[in-house]
């Protein structure tokens, strides 16, 4: 829903302003969604606003770079930055509003709270990024109390964040529906994130392999490969393709994300590979045998 003057969607950057836009809507007993974004919006953002927006009336997209899921050494001061193209990328979406608040806003002085998530979030992306999880649970924690929707969207693409959402979610009875948007590729299949930008246009091309080598697992698993035979040798074909290093290619329960011995469930294939500096999430459904 864009101002009929300057046809962007209107902006919010107080949590008092955004609680005063939701509960005018609340009151004309409209449904509200929420999609937590970082900015630097692609077509899988979009992608989560055109889908929330058939499970609700309005949609609230919020812009924040969370510096507390950022550990030490990563790119929090060259994650891309850019309100006014994502302003203008919104316009043609079913969003009605943005929610862009400072670090202030968000983290006040004296904050002192975080919200902490056992069991799915020891491995993979928590166990390689000390504190990430703790950072993500703490700031949608925040933005579903302060936005107070019926309904949120995260992206599978995150799909360790996703579990760990759900997790929170349930625990803390907060009352609001989660759903899952399915991971976006771009043309050649590479799932698409804001940080494939940081790729040059050489590790751009070899970054295309990832999903390819990722559907051969998936095929070979369910044609009766062994699980770990299907990891090593995908790992292998990364780094011949030209990725840096492989931080894993993990075959686990799609729920628990607990490492399976077999092939005998539905699975999800858990893959990072570096590139240049940039790593790579991807993941794909392996079906049950
Ligand atoms: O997936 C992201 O962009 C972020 O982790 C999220 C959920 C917006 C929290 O900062």
Same mark, same amino acid.
């Given at each position: 829903?864009?101002?009929?003057?300057?046809g962007?969607? $209107?902006?919010?950057?107080?949590?008092?302003?955004?609680?005063?836009?939701?509960?005018?809507?609340?009151?004309?007993?409209?449904?509200?969604?929420?999609?937590?974004?970082?900015? #630097?919006?692609?077509?899988?953002?979009?992608?989560l606003?055109?889908? +929330?927006?058939?499970?609700?009336?309005?949609?609230?997209?919020s812009?924040?770079?969370?510096?507390?899921?950022?550990?030490?050494?990563?790119?929090?001061?060259?994650?891309?930055?850019?309100?006014?193209?994502?302003?203008?990328?919104?316009?043609?979406? $079913?969003a009605?509003l943005?929610? #862009?608040?400072?670090?202030?806003?968000?983290? $006040?002085?004296?904050?002192a709270?975080?919200v902490?998530?056992?069991? /799915?979030?020891?491995?993979?992306?928590?166990?390689?990024?000390?504190?990430?999880?703790?950072?993500?649970?703490?700031?949608?924690?925040k933005?579903?109390?302060?936005?107070?929707?019926?309904?949120?969207?995260?992206?599978?693409?995150?799909?360790?964040?996703?579990?760990v959402?759900?997790?929170f979610?349930?625990?803390?009875?907060?009352p609001?529906? +989660?759903?899952?948007?399915?991971?976006?590729?771009?043309?050649?299949?590479?799932?698409?994130?804001?940080?494939?930008?940081?790729?040059?246009?050489?590790?751009?091309? /070899?970054?295309?392999?990832?999903?390819?080598?990722?559907?051969d &697992?998936?095929?070979? /698993?369910?044609?009766?490969?062994? &699980?770990?035979?299907?990891?090593?040798?995908?790992g292998?074909?990364?780094?011949?393709?030209?990725f840096?290093?492989?931080?894993?290619?993990s075959?686990?329960? $799609?729920?628990?994300?607990?490492?399976?011995?077999?092939?005998?469930?539905?699975?999800? /294939?858990?893959?990072?590979?570096?590139?240049?500096?940039?790593?790579?999430?991807?993941?794909?459904a392996?079906?049950?045998?």
């Amino acid at each position: 829903m864009t101002s009929p003057e300057t046809g962007l969607v $209107p902006v919010v950057h107080t949590v008092a302003d955004l609680r005063a836009q939701v509960s005018a809507w609340k009151s004309e007993g409209l449904r509200v969604g929420l999609v937590p974004t970082m900015g #630097a919006l692609h077509h899988g953002h979009l992608s989560l606003v055109d889908a +929330i927006a058939g499970h609700v009336d309005r949609v609230v997209v919020s812009i924040f770079v969370n510096p507390t899921q950022f550990g030490e050494g990563e790119d929090l001061d060259k994650y891309p930055r850019q309100m006014e193209a994502d302003r203008k990328a919104l316009s043609d979406t $079913p969003a009605s509003l943005i929610f #862009a608040p400072t670090v202030e806003e968000m983290y $006040p002085g004296g904050f002192a709270s975080t919200v902490s998530v056992k069991g /799915v979030t020891e491995g993979f992306e928590g166990a390689l990024r000390p504190g990430h999880f703790d950072g993500v649970a703490t700031i949608v924690t925040k933005l579903l109390m302060q936005c107070g929707p019926d309904v949120a969207i995260f992206g599978e693409k995150d799909y360790q964040q996703l579990a760990v959402i759900r997790r929170f979610v349930a625990d803390l009875d907060i009352p609001v529906e +989660i759903l899952g948007g399915a991971l976006i590729r771009e043309p050649d299949g590479l799932a698409a994130s804001s940080r494939n930008a940081y790729l040059s246009e050489d590790e751009r091309r /070899v970054a295309g392999r990832f999903n390819v080598i990722l559907k051969d &697992l998936v095929t070979a /698993v369910e044609a009766g490969k062994d &699980l770990r035979t299907a990891e090593a040798e995908a790992g292998k074909k990364l780094i011949e393709a030209g990725f840096d290093t492989v931080d894993y290619v993990s075959i686990v329960d $799609p729920d628990s994300l607990a490492p399976l011995e077999s092939h005998d469930r539905a699975a999800r /294939v858990l893959a990072v590979a570096r590139l240049g500096g940039v790593r790579l999430l991807d993941n794909m459904a392996i079906g049950a045998p």
